[in-house]
C-alpha cells in the first residue's frame, strides 16, 4: 500500500473507531461497579434517532447531542429500576432492552428516514493538520471524535487517580464490604448506570450526526455488542479500552480496504470478523473460571440488595 492509502486508512479507523470507543467507556465504569448491561445496542439507536430528530428539527447539532444523552440515560434508567430495585437478571433485562430500543428506534425515527443534515464537519488545526501522515491521520477529525480522546483521559484519571475511582472499585469488587463502611452502592451504580446511557448515546448521535449523517434502521449495524466485547478485551483498563476502540474500527474497514487492493476473499467473510471475535470473548467470559484471570469486578452480573444487610 502507498503512503496515501495507509493515511487514508488510519483516518478512517480513528473515525470508526470513535462510537466503540463512546460506548465502551461507558459500559466499562457501568462494569467497574459490578453492573452488566446488555442494553448498549438499543441505547445507541435511540440515541441515534433522537439526537438525528433534534439535530433535524433544530438545525443545532448541539442540541442532537444532548438529546441523544438524555434518552440514553432515560433508557438505562429503565434498566437500572429494573435491576437494581427490583432485581431482575441483568442479562435477561439488558437484552430485553436492545429489542426494546431497536424497536422503538425504528418506530419513531420512520418519518426522518433518508432525511440528512450538515453535521459536525472535520475541523482544520492550525500547523498540525498540515504535519505529513500524522496531520491527516491526528488532527483533520471532527470534534466528537477529540471530545471523545478527552473523555477517555478524564476517565482514566477518575479511575486510577481520585478516591471516587477507589469508590467505583469498591462497589465493583465487594460490595457487602463497601455498604458496611458507608458506601451507597446503589447509588453508585445508579450514577454508573446513567453514566453508561449517556456514552451510549453520544456513540449513537456520532452515528447520525457525523458518521453517516442520516437517520436508517439499525445504522449501528451491532457496534453496541462490539464495544461489549471491546471492554473484555481490554481487561476493564482505560487505556486498552482506546486502543482497542481503533484496532476494532481497523478490523470493521478492512474488508473494504483488501476488497479495494483486489483481494479475492469474500468481503463477507472479512466483514464478518469483528462479529466473530465478538462471540468468542461473550462465550469465554461466560465461563466463571476465566472471570478473575481477565481482571473482571467480582460482583460483575450479581445483584445487590442492601436490606438483606440490615
Known amino acids: 500500500m502507498d503512503i496515501d492509502l495507509i493515511t487514508q486508512v488510519l483516518f478512517a479507523a480513528i473515525k470508526t473507531g470513535t462510537p466503540l470507543l463512546f460506548i465502551a ?23 441515534a434517532v433522537v439526537g438525528f430528530m433534534a439535530a433535524y428539527g433544530t438545525g443545532n447539532a448541539g442540541f442532537g447531542l444532548l438529546g441523544a444523552m438524555i434518552i440514553g440515560m432515560v433508557m438505562s434508567l429503565i434498566f ?15 437484552l430485553a432492552l436492545t429489542i426494546f430500543g431497536t424497536g422503538l428506534s425504528a418506530f419513531i425515527g420512520s418519518g426522518v428516514v433518508g432525511q440528512t443534515i450538515t453535521g459536525f464537519q472535520p475541523l482544520s488545526i492550525p500547523v498540525l493538520s498540515d504535519i ?42 465487594n460490595p457487602n464490604a463497601a455498604n458496611a463502611i458507608g458506601i451507597k452502592v446503589l447509588r453508585v451504580r445508579y450514577l454508573a448506570v446513567m453514566f453508561g446511557g449517556a456514552m451510549a448515546g453520544l456513540g449513537g448521535a456520532y452515528m ?46 478492512m474488508h473494504l480496504v483488501l476488497q479495494g487492493m483486489g483481494w479475492s476473499i469474500s468481503p463477507n467473510l472479512l466483514a464478518m470478523l469483528p462479529y466473530v471475535a465478538t462471540i468468542i470473548v461473550m462465550v469465554i467470559i461466560s465461563a466463571d473460571k476465566y472471570k478473575e484471570k481477565l481482571l473482571a469486578p467480582r460482583s460483575l452480573g450479581k445483584p445487590f440488595d442492601p436490606r438483606q444487610m440490615a
Not at 467507556?25 to 440515541?47: D, P, R
Not at 481490554?234 to 486498552?240: E, L, P, Q
Open 25 to 47: 467507556l461507558g459500559e466499562a465504569i457501568c462494569e467497574k461497579t459490578g453492573v452488566l448491561n446488555l442494553g448498549q445496542e438499543g441505547m445507541m439507536l435511540m440515541g
Open 80 to 94: 437500572g429500576f429494573l435491576v437494581l430495585h427490583l432485581g431482575a437478571n441483568q442479562v435477561a433485562t439488558g
Open 132 to 173: 505529513p501522515v500524522l496531520g491527516k491521520v491526528l488532527f483533520s477529525h471532527d470534534v466528537m471524535v477529540y471530545l471523545a480522546v478527552l473523555l477517555a483521559i478524564i476517565i482514566a484519571f477518575v479511575a486510577n487517580k481520585t478516591r471516587l475511582g477507589l469508590t467505583i472499585k469498591a462497589v465493583g469488587e
Open 208 to 253: 447520525s450526526l457525523v458518521y453517516t449523517p442520516m437517520w436508517v434502521e439499525n445504522m449501528t449495524a451491532g457496534r453496541g455488542w462490539i464495544a461489549l466485547a471491546l471492554v473484555v478485551f481490554a481487561s476493564w483498563r482505560i487505556g486498552n479500552i482506546v486502543l482497542g476502540a481503533y484496532l476494532f474500527g481497523l478490523a470493521s474497514i
